[in-house]
């Protein structure tokens, strides 16, 4: 079978998973995706691992697009969008997810591929342990820029929504769990924005990319996880309203650990 169809009927199943936990939880997906596309480029299109590194980072971010449009959608129907939050958050993320791909194209790929997963290793922790704690202060602007800024720079070098880092990062600031998710969910949708545009350039004239690539952007696995997750997005952003959340970010913290010790060890 050519790699690139096969890689699309993959990332079809791949696409509803990650949709279901971009609506439920706010986060984008690219801790699943990106481990998964770093596999299937380097064991069915044979890539290098220099190339296939930012590539599953560029692809991941090019699905959240729509993902995230999906799930902030559905969550604004559902009234979990502040626009306080989502102003002064997404002026940061704009930033962060601009610097994030350029830094991500310079440094060494097996270094990229440690740093995501001792990233990963830190976010589960975070899960694990923040809960729904308060904090000692109320949430600001300046704050609130800085959480964006971080929370762009960071998730655009992993490939992922933000989710994972913002959710926490308001639930410390006192946002109501429901809030913060809503507003990472429409997070994502600013970092996939600027982030793949930065990958696409940062990748434009790379002569080792393959068939089918947009600079870094490896289109069948995009169409593939794109084309389920917009409709299992909305499902995550229901259930989030009747299911215990804080579980939930227990059970994926689980998982997002035995990903991370897999590309540690691997």
Not at 197 to 224: K, R
């Amino acid at each position: 079978m050519d790699p690139a169809l096969f890689i699309l009927l993959v990332c079809l199943g791949l696409g509803a998973v990650v949709g279901l936990f971009a609506g439920l939880l706010g986060i984008g997906g690219g801790l699943i995706i990106v481990p998964s596309l770093l596999y299937l480029l380097t064991e069915h299109v044979h890539l290098p691992l220099k190339v296939a590194m930012p590539m599953a980072i560029a692809t991941s971010l090019s699905t959240i697009v729509l993902t995230a449009i999906s799930s902030s959608r559905a969550h604004y129907k559902l009234g979990n969008l502040r626009q306080f939050y989502l102003l002064w958050t997404g002026l940061g993320i704009s930033v962060g997810a601009i610097i994030g791909p350029q830094f991500a194209t310079m440094i060494p790929a097996e270094s990229l591929k440690t740093l995501f997963a001792i990233l990963v290793l830190v976010i589960a922790a975070q899960m694990i342990l923040l809960g729904n704690k308060s904090a000692k202060r109320d949430v600001s602007k300046e704050i609130l820029l800085l959480i964006g800024v971080i929370t762009g720079c960071i998730s655009s070098v992993m490939g992922i929504g933000g989710g994972a880092i913002m959710v926490p990062a308001l639930l410390w600031c006192r946002v109501d769990i429901r809030i913060a998710i809503g507003c990472a969910a429409f997070s994502g949708l600013v970092i996939a924005l600027f982030g793949s545009a930065s990958f696409i350039v940062a990748g434009w004239d790379n002569e080792h990319l393959p068939q089918w690539a947009v600079g870094f952007i490896y289109l069948p696995a995009t169409l593939g996880i794109v084309c389920t997750s917009v409709f299992t997005a909305g499902v995550g952003a229901k259930l989030s309203r009747s299911l215990n959340t804080q579980l939930l970010k227990k059970i994926f913290a689980g998982f997002l650990v035995i990903v991370s010790l897999r590309m540690l060890l691997g």
